[in-house]
């Protein structure tokens, strides 16, 4: 049990955290260095869907591996259809208990909100809660972040969270986003069901920063 509390101790800081995310190949991508998210938003095509979906690098908020995260999505239908929420800021807060993040604010009003999930990811000597929800935005307010950035705060009915995301990151999603919709992205091709790589290969493994 020492030697969990050590180990449990170390990820909460934010070094120790950035060195584990290194050893285990999970990039530490600056939020505000456009060039550096480009290189690291992944795009593919779901065969079951059609849908295409943009995925942005998970950014540690606050530095620390099992801190608070977010990531860009987007959804591209080929047949010039609006997928339900084109954009999506994928927050997800860590907690010691569960406090229900529900309704997120930006410049006074609120945002369009989604709950995702709420886990118990962790419990040893402590609990872990992980808290899921989605911030949906449309093109234009893409690109309206992508000149100002934005600044947010999701209430719960225990506690609330607060991120800042850089115009950068933004810009970054967007110019990717449009890209895949013009057909200037190259997509992977979509593997046959027959030749389907088997769940749990390593083949069949996400990148670290693809949602669910």
Not at 66 to 89: E, H, V
Not at 126 to 141: A, D, P, Q, S
């Amino acid at each position: 049990m020492a030697i969990f509390r050590v180990v449990a101790a170390c990820l909460l800081l934010a070094g120790c955290g950035a060195q584990l995310a290194a050893a285990y190949g999970i990039p530490i991508v600056p939020a505000a260095q456009k060039e550096q998210v480009s290189r690291n938003i992944s795009v593919g095509h779901d065969p079951h869907t059609g849908l295409i979906k943009v995925s942005g690098p998970l950014i540690f908020h606050d530095r620390n591996l099992l801190g608070n995260t977010y990531l860009i999505r987007s959804w591209i239908d080929p047949k010039g259809q609006s997928a339900n929420s084109d954009f999506q800021i994928l927050v997800t807060g860590r907690y010691p208990k569960r406090v229900y993040l529900k309704q997120a604010y930006a410049d006074g009003e609120k945002v369009s909100t989604t709950a995702i999930d709420r886990e118990r990811v962790s419990c040893a000597d402590f609990c872990i809660i992980k808290e899921v929800i989605g911030l949906n935005l449309t093109e234009e307010e893409m690109a309206r972040r992508a000149e100002t950035g934005m600044s947010f705060k999701v209430l719960g009915r225990r506690a609330s969270l607060v991120m800042t995301i850089p115009p950068a990151y933004f810009a970054a999603l967007l110019d990717a986003h449009r890209a895949a919709r013009s057909g200037s992205t190259p997509l992977p091709r979509a593997v046959p069901r027959s030749d389907a790589i088997p769940a749990g290969s390593p083949a069949a493994a996400r990148p670290a920063s693809s949602p669910a």
